[in-house]
């Protein structure tokens, strides 16, 4: 078994996948749209990697917000210098909401940005994929 993706209720579908591949550096792998059931998909990604989880974005036709409730936390994505993630970031128009420092208690390295939707993504500082946050 493998995590396939995660699923984001977005209330503008281009705005979402504007942010995920022009200010993350995501690539859009498909899109759907189902008229006759209102809503229409966007599954984004790096580098089109089946052996990594996407993220679909999920626009059902009318709704332009949601409620986050209190169960969501962040999606978590793995960088290699999280300091110059967060000024790319900025540059291109995006909302950091945390800048990159140890976490508390740990040396490791994070930074938090905000989707337009106000769904919260780290960035976790890593050299080598696989290696082990502490």
């Known amino acids: 078994m493998r995590i396939l993706h995660t699923m984001l ?5 281009q705005r979402s996948i504007d942010f995920y591949t022009r200010i993350l550096g995501m690539q859009l792998l498909r899109t759907t749209d189902r008229p006759q059931q209102q809503y229409a998909l966007a599954f984004v990604g790096f580098e089109g990697n089946p ?6 974005l999920t626009y059902n036709y009318g709704v332009e917000q949601y409620e986050m409730g209190t169960a969501y936390g962040h999606v978590a994505i793995q960088v ?3 300091r110059a ?3 790319r970031i900025r540059a291109a128009g995006g909302k ?5 420092g140890p976490v508390a208690g740990g040396s490791t390295v994070i930074a938090f940005v905000q989707d337009p939707d106000g769904y919260k993504i780290e960035l976790i500082e890593r050299a080598e994929p696989g290696t082990a946050p502490d």
Not at 51 to 56: G, K, R, S, V
Not at 96 to 100: E, G, M, S, Y
């Open 9 to 13: 209720r977005v209330g503008n579908l």
């Open 51 to 56: 052996a990594q989880a996407e993220i679909e």
């Open 80 to 82: 290699a210098d999280a």
């Open 85 to 87: 993630a967060c000024e």
């Open 96 to 100: 950091v909401t945390r800048d990159a």
